[in-house]
């Protein structure tokens, strides 16, 4: 089965850039989702095929996608950005699954 | 407005059965394919099953394949998941999910607040 790994935690200041990164075989050929779930809220999507941010998702918030790593970018981070994120793609053909990354524990400082 | 409403949820002991819906509003259910996603309190968000937008085709995780049976009804615009045999381990917060575009591979843009199943 396809797995994707996430770092379980990233920190940084306020005004720096935090990267999170979703490692998987050969990731760079398939389309990948990034979610921010805040305490107590459902998911929301943040980023689509790779580098496609959604209606209403800041432009600080950017994606990447190459190889055998993707990695969701947010430049000038704010205290609200504070949340877990998740990575995920579609894999598979004859049995096809929804996979997704462990999920990271962005702290801001 | 745009929504999707889950229920069914509660406490239920091993080995028994529950049936979840989502009800959703607001947009033409019958033209998306449906997720259910799960997570499990404190953990990671698990993708449990998805439907085609008319039924046609169903596709679910190992962990659940054999015992959750995901449906749904378009002239109820609802969305059903029957689980069987139900373990401790199912025990999560279950959501209801949209799949953008006609397909069942895109992103899922649009989430319900999730019912929770307790196995004990």
């Known amino acids: 089965s396809y797995a994707l790994t996430q770092p379980p935690s990233v920190s940084v200041a306020p005004g720096k850039t935090a990267r999170i990164t979703c490692g998987g075989n050969n990731i760079g050929s398939k389309g990948v989702h990034w979610y921010q779930q805040k305490p107590g809220q459902a998911p929301v999507l943040v980023i689509n095929?790779?580098?496609d941010r959604p209606s209403g998702i800041p432009e600080r918030i950017s994606g990447t996608n190459s190889g055998n790593t993707a990695t969701l970018t947010i430049s000038r981070v704010e205290a609200g950005d504070e949340a877990d994120y998740y990575c995920q793609v579609w894999h598979g053909i004859s049995d096809p699954s929804v996979v997704f990354g462990g999920g990271t524990k962005l702290t801001v400082l | 407005q745009v929504q999707l409403v889950e229920s069914g949820g509660g406490v239920v002991q091993p080995g028994r059965s529950l049936r979840l819906s989502c009800a959703a509003s607001?947009?033409?259910?019958?033209?998306?394919?449906m997720h259910w996603v799960r997570q499990a309190p404190g953990k990671g968000l698990e993708w449990v099953a998805v439907i085609t937008y008319d039924g046609g085709k169903k596709y679910s995780a190992d962990s659940v394949k054999g015992r959750f049976t995901i449906s749904r009804d378009n002239s109820k615009s609802t969305l059903y998941l029957q689980m069987d045999t139900l373990r401790p381990e199912d025990t999560a917060l279950y959501y209801c999910?949209?799949?953008?575009?006609?397909?069942?591979?895109?992103?899922?843009?649009?989430w319900g607040q999730g019912t929770l199943v307790t196995v004990s």
């Open positions: 607001g947009f033409t259910f019958k033209s998306y394919a």
């Open positions: 095929y790779d580098n």
């Open positions: 999910a949209r799949v953008q575009g006609g397909t069942t591979s895109g992103n899922i843009d649009l």
